[in-house]
């Protein structure tokens, strides 16, 4: 089992580019989630997928956020145009839909710098 | 919310101390859920401890619950350089995982 992985690992841009994070989540798991981490705000859950289909987005912090899950086993999150304020440290995280007792798996980030 | 709030934000002990965490949240949880974070890492699941459940044992882990209280504890005993890490809780019922800002634990060796 590979876990969840996360590309690219670092991401370096210029304010105004477009960024696309992306996750592959572990095979079997139902549930996926988007979290954004930062030294001020901590872990914020910003949107989760159930079966491919985006169930609460209401983490997103602005339109300039979008998240898509075109199968199972793939799933990106956009930024366009990119903030220097969108600087963080991006987690995929899924899990099995066997009720909420399911732990939930990381990925390792990936980090985005927007300069 | 089901957010977990993590007391202290940070904790320095020596090698071979116990380390004690505490979590407090505000809803009615299903189970409470431990993480821990090493640093540029993602977060590890350590321990779920269910609603109907006071403590739970996992190794060098205890975790306490207290549902009355709405708080959770986490004690790591004789605790190891290795044990350096942010940890997490978060409860869950029927909406998912909210973690606070962690503790930050340095074991120092």
């Known amino acids: 089992d590979a876990g969840v992985i996360q590309s690219p690992r670092h991401e370096v841009t210029e304010m105004g580019q477009e960024v696309t994070l992306r996750c592959k989540p572990i095979?079997?798991?139902?549930?996926l989630f988007w979290y954004r981490q930062t030294m001020m705000r901590g872990l914020e859950l910003l949107i989760y997928f159930n079966n491919n289909v985006p169930i609460d987005d209401s983490g997103m912090p602005e339109d300039r956020f979008s998240a898509k899950m075109p199968n199972a086993s793939f799933s990106t999150l956009k930024i366009q145009p990119s903030e220097p304020r969108d600087s963080a440290v991006y987690f995929c995280a899924s899990r099995t839909g066997t009720g909420n007792n399911s732990p939930l798996h990381f990925g390792n980030g990936t980090r985005l710098t927007v300069t | 919310s089901q957010q977990g709030e993590e007391d202290p934000q940070a904790l320095s002990i020596q090698e071979g101390e116990n380390a004690t965490m505490n979590c407090s949240y505000k809803t009615s949880i299903n189970n409470l859920q431990w993480y821990r974070q090493n640093s540029g890492r993602g977060l590890v699941h350590l321990i779920l401890i269910r609603s109907n459940e006071r403590e739970k044992h996992s190794g060098r882990l205890r975790v306490t619950l207290d549902t009355s209280k709405k708080s959770s504890s986490l004690l790591i005993t004789a605790s190891r350089a290795a044990d350096t890490a942010s940890y997490f809780c978060a409860g869950s019922g029927n909406t998912p995982l909210v973690f606070g800002k962690g503790t930050r634990l340095s074991v120092i060796a």
């Open positions: 095979s079997g798991h139902d549930y």
